[in-house]
């Protein structure tokens, strides 16, 4: 699997994921994909929120590497009908498929290679029904979001239940030439205790080279939304969200 993450596989961090990310636009638009769905396999899906509230009238299991996030899902109201599977998006083969794949909170970003990119999007394809759907989102590199991961821009304060008030902030490097961002996640309780903070790497991809690699691993993008809203995707968007099903579909 990519490098070992302590922001997901640390319990320490992965307590903070939900309060510091939160959840949002991205689980109504996947209520939506989800509608006429019976099945839905969750890849990356962390502390369990989206999955969870796509059961339990549907059969949908969850995967994740990261046992500190999969803790936080099984523990979540309306787990009980979902199946969380410890697993790598990139290996994983469940011999089985589903009418909706989804890989949200820009956990294709985790993927640091070409290879590793490919190997999801195979993930995804060897898991997609005949007519199924599959949507991801990645953060568009022309919007350059990651100059605003600096201290200054970034510093927010959490009130977190188990330590009261948590100042937060993120500094960060960007490597023009690789597209990668290495990120410094911090978390301080004003009380006192102990400064956590660790450093994650994430890269960014143009669309050009999404829509390569779609079709190399046997996917078609129906459409690229640029954001969680459904808007259409254009060059300053936020976000690069392909909507689409196996390249072969039927539909
Ligand atoms: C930013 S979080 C997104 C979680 C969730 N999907 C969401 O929307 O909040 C990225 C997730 O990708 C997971 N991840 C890291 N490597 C992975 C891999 N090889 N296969 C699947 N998921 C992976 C992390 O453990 C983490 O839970």
Same mark, same amino acid.
């Given at each position: 699997?990519?490098?070992?993450?302590?922001?997901?596989?640390d319990? $320490? %961090?992965?307590? #903070?994921?939900?309060? +510091?990310n939160?959840?949002?636009?991205?689980?109504?638009?996947? @209520?939506? *994909? /989800?509608?006429?769905?019976?099945?839905?396999?969750?890849?990356?899906?962390?502390?369990?929120a989206?999955?969870?509230?796509?059961?339990?009238?549907?059969?949908?299991?969850?995967?994740?590497?990261?046992?500190?996030?999969?803790?936080?899902?099984?523990?979540?109201?309306?787990?009980?009908?979902?199946?969380?599977?410890?697993?790598?998006a990139?290996?994983?083969?469940l011999?089985?498929?589903?009418?909706?794949?989804?890989?949200?909170?820009? $956990? %294709?970003?985790? #993927?640091?290679?070409? +290879?590793?990119?490919?190997?999801a999007?195979?993930?995804?394809? @060897?898991? *997609? /029904?005949?007519?199924?759907?599959?949507?991801?989102?990645?953060?568009?590199?022309?919007?350059?979001?990651?100059?605003?991961?600096?201290?200054?821009?970034?510093?927010?304060?959490?009130?977190?239940?188990?330590?009261?008030?948590?100042?937060?902030?993120?500094?960060?490097?960007?490597?023009?030439?690789?597209?990668?961002?290495?990120?410094?996640?911090?978390?301080?309780?004003?009380?006192?205790?102990?400064?956590?903070?660790?450093?994650?790497?994430?890269?960014?991809?143009?669309?050009?080279?999404?829509?390569?690699?779609?079709?190399?691993?046997?996917?078609? @993008?129906?459409?690229?939304?640029?954001?969680?809203?459904?808007?259409?995707?254009?060059?300053?968007?936020?976000?690069?969200?392909?909507?689409?099903?196996?390249?072969?579909?039927?539909?």
């Amino acid at each position: 699997m990519p490098a070992f993450d302590r922001l997901f596989d640390d319990a $320490a %961090f992965a307590g #903070f994921y939900d309060l +510091d990310n939160g959840w949002g636009d991205d689980l109504e638009y996947c @209520a939506g *994909l /989800a509608r006429d769905a019976t099945s839905v396999l969750d890849l990356g899906c962390g502390t369990g929120a989206l999955a969870t509230s796509l059961g339990p009238t549907r059969r949908v299991t969850g995967v994740d590497p990261a046992a500190a996030m999969l803790d936080i899902a099984r523990a979540r109201a309306g787990a009980q009908s979902i199946r969380f599977i410890e697993g790598d998006a990139r290996t994983i083969r469940l011999g089985e498929t589903f009418d909706l794949v989804v890989m949200t909170g820009h $956990a %294709f970003q985790v #993927f640091l290679t070409e +290879d590793d990119q490919r190997a999801a999007l195979r993930t995804i394809a @060897a898991h *997609l /029904a005949p007519e199924g759907r599959f949507v991801f989102d990645t953060r568009n590199p022309a919007a350059r979001e990651w100059l605003e991961w600096v201290p200054e821009a970034s510093l927010r304060v959490l009130d977190d239940p188990r330590f009261g008030k948590v100042r937060a902030w993120n500094d960060v490097t960007h490597d023009e030439s690789t597209g990668i961002v290495s990120y410094e996640t911090h978390y301080l309780a004003e009380a006192g205790g102990e400064h956590l903070s660790t450093t994650s790497s994430i890269l960014f991809t143009d669309k050009a080279k999404i829509e390569a690699m779609l079709l190399e691993c046997g996917l078609r @993008a129906e459409r690229f939304a640029g954001d969680w809203q459904g808007g259409e995707w254009t060059p300053d968007a936020s976000e690069i969200i392909p909507i689409g099903t196996l390249a072969a579909a039927t539909v």
